[in-house]
Nanobody, 125 residues
Framework: QLQLVESGGGLVQPGGSLRLSCAAS????????ISWFRQAPGKEREGVSC????????KYAGSVKGRFTITRDNAKNTVYLQMNSLKPEDTAIYYC??????????????????WGQGTQVTVSS
């Protein structure tokens, strides 16, 4: 079965850190650019970050730039999103999406090949 599986979410205090993982099952991520999105209750889904298939190019939303870092380990078939200095407004369900392409796209209207089921991140004291 071809799927993406996110993990690493949880409850963290403001200022804390979490590392999300996006692992592929049934296919290799080597040829896929990966994007992270999030959706908070009552809000539209928004793009957070993306990374090219080689890992040489990344993009970040302005709201997370300088706090989040996206990386990939193709040997482990996994992409990571390191989230530091977390704020309550980062609370959302985080999803990863795969696109068979060299460059990454961070767009909520783009048609990605695969989506994960999401992982909940809650930032609260």
């Amino acid at each position: 079965q071809l799927q993406l599986v996110e993990s690493g979410g949880g409850l963290v205090q403001p200022g804390g850190s979490l590392r999300l993982s996006c692992a592929a099952s049934g296919f290799t991520l080597d040829y896929y650019a990966i994007s992270w999105f999030r959706q908070a209750p009552g809000k539209e889904r928004e793009g957070v970050s993306c990374i090219s298939s080689s890992g040489g190019s990344t993009k970040y939303a302005g709201s997370v730039k300088g706090r989040f870092t996206i990386t990939r380990d193709n040997a482990k078939n996994t992409v990571y999103l390191q989230m530091n200095s977390l704020k309550p407004e980062d609370t959302a369900i985080y999803y990863c999406a795969a696109d068979r392409a060299w460059v990454c796209v961070l767009s909520t209207t783009y048609e990605y090949d695969y989506w994960g089921q999401g992982t909940q991140v809650t930032v609260s004291s």
